[in-house]
């Protein structure tokens, strides 16, 4: 039961332009959400997170919003930047449970193209 | 950011042996770290909690006695796998944080496994 999906496995913009990522989650629990940017042979990197009591927050050129009622989130880019090209995954986490264990989307794969 | 780092960051394996992965962090003391097993073109998907001092707490199915957790001190935790067979092959990556909370740990750069 995939309760964290990414079904985008891939997206494609050009440079400058906007890259619109998203996610949806089943687990009405979850209130923390996160994104992270993956290269590939290594670790994931913290970019974004939301609680659940927003929905919106920005940093920089990336943007989050969260849309509790239809249980979606959204990462915003922009403008896009080659070096954004990565794999991005989402995770939840129900952060009043023990340890606010992480559960993670299949990822999308973003590249921006110059 | 705390700094958390795994070694190796590749492993080629036969099969029947056994292969040990560590995952220390660097700059801060780790009371709690996380190991994560990504197959490809999948998520990362949790497979157990370390604890300093204590049992580790596995997810199901994840099998205990196939992938031995030991953390003996707050700076380092390791991942055994024995009798490690072809399926075994994947991506560990761990994380741990000041905090204990898996959502404000920083991740390790990950461990390619591969079992010949």
């Known amino acids: 039961d995939q309760q964290v999906k990414q079904n985008s496995p891939s997206l494609s913009v050009q440079e400058g332009r906007i890259s619109i990522l998203n996610c949806d989650y089943t687990n009405s629990m979850f209130d923390y959400f996160l994104w992270y940017k993956k290269y590939p042979a290594e670790g994931p990197t913290f970019l974004i997170s939301?609680?659940?009591?927003?929905d919106k927050n920005e940093d920089g050129r990336f943007t989050v919003f969260l849309n509790k009622s239809a249980k979606h989130l959204s990462l915003h880019i922009v403008p896009s930047q080659p070096g954004d090209s990565a794999v991005y995954f989402c995770?939840?986490?129900?952060?009043?449970?023990?340890?606010?264990?992480?559960?993670f989307g299949q990822g999308t794969t973003l590249q921006v193209k110059p | 950011g705390a700094v958390v780092s795994q070694h190796p960051s590749r492993v080629i394996c036969k099969s029947g042996t056994s292969v040990k992965i560590e995952c220390r962090s660097l700059d801060f003391q780790a009371t709690t770290m996380f190991w994560y097993r990504q197959f490809p073109k999948k998520s990362l998907m949790l497979m157990a909690t370390?604890?300093?001092?204590?049992?580790?707490?596995?997810e199901q199915g994840v099998e205990k006695d196939k992938f031995l957790i030991n953390h003996a001190s707050l700076t380092l935790s390791t991942l055994t796998v024995t009798s490690a067979h072809p399926e075994d092959s994947s991506f560990y990556i761990c994380s741990a944080g000041l905090t204990g909370w898996a959502t404000e740990a920083f991740f390790g750069q990950g461990t390619r496994l591969t079992v010949v």
């Open positions: 370390s604890n300093e001092g204590s049992k580790a707490t596995y």
């Open positions: 939301i609680s659940s009591i927003k």
């Open positions: 995770a939840a986490s129900a952060k009043s449970g023990n340890t606010g264990k992480l559960i």
